[in-house]
């Protein structure tokens, strides 16, 4: 397609994922074959808009195999191509099962006035009411669209657009699978155009150019009844630790002694692992609470829900940052202050 830059351009970049998986011919089974050339040619539609379309196949994995340092490097060269000026918007398309987790470390590392919009899909493009080139078109409607400048990292999916900050995968085959549950969308795609309702309350500036340092960070999600031995074996093989503890940030008695002891020596943050919601501060005083991590060392999350923790976590400490900026850092991603974060 032509670069007439009277019109906007939009760079759509391929990772994979279901959007770009057909059956192979050895098991009738989904796998990623599809360049982000093939996803385009599935969308006569974009045909009629008015923005330039190139494309960049930068990957081929499904969303579950893509790495922190695929990320980073995608970051890398998208900051690249939108700081020249040479896109004014992007679309990564990507595997729907990690997208709620790229696109908020795209989040950490990308703030250029080129929106980045990641989209995928459900249904793989061979099945009956496939949903790639609906969302596909949705995300370069939203990438060229003069309202979404600035907006940094955008999720669009099923004509709805999220803050990656709050969006989750609710559901596992629905093509209605994004939600955010705690905001709700941020705006909807309608006749062709992006319907902007809300900004988000808080977006994160990019922490760390470079991610050099290595830094293992593990989650570990609180059950009933689990006696901690586990957890504590695991806190010594980590630089960082994300516990999802239930409800507003609780965990088992028999585990206080081993978290206090950890949060000596590493990051140790403490989220829900409700879905929805924040974590408290001073509400309940009991062995295990909130209060009583907090005051042994442990960092609220907040509204993060434990997998965006654990990737704050990790860049903050692969870019090495310090323990005070790390409680700093969260206080406002999380949304613990009042009023706007
Ligand atoms: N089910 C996934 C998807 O929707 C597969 C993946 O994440 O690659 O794309």
Do not use: C
Not at 137 to 145: D, F, K, P, R
């Amino acid at each position: 397609m032509t670069n007439d830059r009277t019109r906007p351009t939009v760079v759509v970049v391929g990772l994979g994922g279901t959007i770009a998986m057909m059956p192979s011919d050895r098991d009738g089974a989904a796998r990623p074959t599809l360049s982000a050339e093939d996803l385009l040619a599935a969308v006569p539609q974009l045909d009629a808009t008015d923005v330039d379309i190139q494309t960049l196949s930068f990957a081929s994995k499904p969303g579950a195999s893509l790495t922190l340092d695929d990320i980073d490097r995608l970051a890398n060269q998208l900051r690249a191509m939108a700081g020249e000026g040479a896109v004014d918007g992007i679309v990564v398309t990507q595997g729907t099962d990690t997208l709620e987790e790229t696109a908020y470390l795209l989040s950490l590392l990308y703030a250029e006035q080129a929106p980045l919009v990641v989209t995928g899909a459900m249904r793989a493009p061979h099945l009956a009411g496939a949903d790639g080139p609906a969302n596909l078109l949705a995300a370069v409607t939203v990438a060229a669209s003069a309202h979404a400048r600035g907006l940094g990292v955008l999720v669009v999916f099923n004509d709805q657009v999220f803050d990656p900050s709050r969006v989750r995968k609710t559901h596992s085959t629905s093509t209605s699978a994004f939600t955010a549950p705690d905001t709700g969308a941020l705006g909807i795609v309608a006749e062709g155009a992006l319907r902007l309702l809300a900004v988000p309350a808080h977006t994160p500036r990019p922490l760390a150019a470079t991610l050099d340092r290595p830094a293992r960070v593990a989650l570990y999600p609180a059950a009933l009844g689990d006696d901690g031995a586990l957890l504590k074996t695991m806190l010594n093989q980590v630089d960082g630790m994300v516990i999802a503890g239930f409800g507003v940030g609780h965990v088992p008695e028999t585990w206080v002694p081993v978290l206090a002891k950890a949060a000596r020596r590493i990051p140790v943050v403490l989220a829900s692992r409700t879905g929805a919601g924040t974590t408290l501060t001073r509400a309940y005083g009991f062995d295990g609470s909130e209060k009583d991590l907090l005051s042994r060392g442990l960092i609220g999350a907040g509204h993060l829900d434990p997998y965006k923790a654990r990737h704050l976590l990790t860049v903050l400490l692969r870019g090495g940052a310090d323990n005070d900026t790390i409680r700093a850092t969260f206080a406002p991603a999380g949304t613990t202050a009042e009023g706007r974060g």
